[in-house]
C-alpha cells in the first residue's frame, strides 16, 4: 500500500503561477523527500525535509511538513513550461522510500 | 558520473520466457533497490540491497522474481517465467547512507 498520496492527482497551471502539491501519509518518518519525474523517465531528488523541520528553500521550491497533520506541500514559484512533469512524495520510515501516487503538472506556456 | 545505468531500455517478450534487468549503481552508493511502475499500482518497492546484502524481499511479487546483487557494482533482477501481467517499468536506484535516491532511466518490460 502506498503511504504517500498526492493532491491534486493532476494540476494545469499558465507559466509564471505558482504550483502547490500537497501530500498525506500515514505513519511517522524520519524525512520526507520530493521526486519530479518527466514522462518516460526516472525520477529525481528535488530535495528533503526532516522530521525536526517544518519549511525547507531550493531555488524556486518551498517545502513544509506538518508531522502533527502527517502532510506536507511543495510549493514551486513562478512555473515555467519545463517544470511540466509528475511530482512525487516520498517518506523513509524504517524500510525503503515508500512513493505517492503522484500529481502530474503541466505548466501551460 | 554516469549514475545509476540500466540495461535493457525496453524489453518485449513472450509470456514463458525468462527475463533479466540489469542494474549499476552509481560508485560508492552502499544502497540498491528495484521498484515497479504501474499505472494501477504506481510505484512499488521490489527489493533492497544494502552493502550487497538482500534486506527486504516482501515486495517480490512471487517465486518467478529473484533478484541478486553478486557485487557492489551489479545487480539484476530476473523474472521467470514472465507473465502479461510483469508488463511495466522496471527502476533501479541506489543511494548512499539511504539518502535521496539516484534512479536509473528504466527498462520498459512489456510481455506479449
Known amino acids: 500500500s502506498q503511504q504517500g498520496e498526492e493532491d491534486p492527482q493532476a494540476l494545469s497551471i499558465q507559466e509564471g503561477e505558482n504550483a502547490t502539491m500537497n501530500c498525506s501519509y500515514k505513519?511517522?518518518?524520519?524525512?520526507l523527500q520530493w521526486y519530479r519525474q518527466n514522462s518516460g523517465r526516472g525520477l529525481v531528488h528535488l530535495i528533503l525535509?526532516?522530521?525536526?523541520?517544518r519549511e525547507k528553500h531550493s531555488g524556486r521550491l518551498r517545502v513544509t511538513l506538518d508531522t502533527s497533520k502527517k502532510s506536507s506541500s511543495l510549493l514551486i514559484t513562478a512555473s515555467r513550461a519545463a517544470d511540466t512533469a509528475s511530482y512525487f512524495c516520498a517518506t523513509d520510515s524504517r524500510r525503503a522510500l515508500t512513493f505517492g501516487s503522484g500529481t502530474r503538472l503541466q505548466v501551460q506556456p | 558520473d554516469a549514475g545509476v545505468i540500466q540495461s535493457p531500455r525496453h524489453e518485449v517478450t513472450e509470456m514463458g520466457q525468462e527475463v533479466t534487468l540489469r542494474c549499476k549503481p552509481i560508485s560508492g552508493h552502499n544502497s540498491l533497490f528495484w521498484y515497479r511502475q504501474t499505472m494501477m499500482r504506481g510505484l512499488e518497492l521490489l527489493i533492497y540491497?544494502?552493502?550487497?546484502?538482500?534486506?527486504?524481499d516482501s515486495g517480490m511479487p512471487e517465486d518467478r522474481f529473484s533478484a541478486k546483487m553478486p557485487n557492489a557494482s551489479f545487480s539484476t533482477l530476473k523474472i521467470q517465467p514472465s507473465e502479461p501481467r510483469d508488463s511495466a517499468v522496471y527502476f533501479c536506484a541506489s543511494s548512499s547512507m539511504g539518502v535521496g535516491y539516484t534512479f536509473g532511466s528504466g527498462t520498459r518490460l512489456t510481455v506479449v
Open positions: 505513519t511517522s518518518i524520519n524525512n
Open positions: 525535509i526532516r522530521s525536526n523541520e
Open positions: 540491497f544494502n552493502n550487497n546484502v538482500p534486506i527486504d
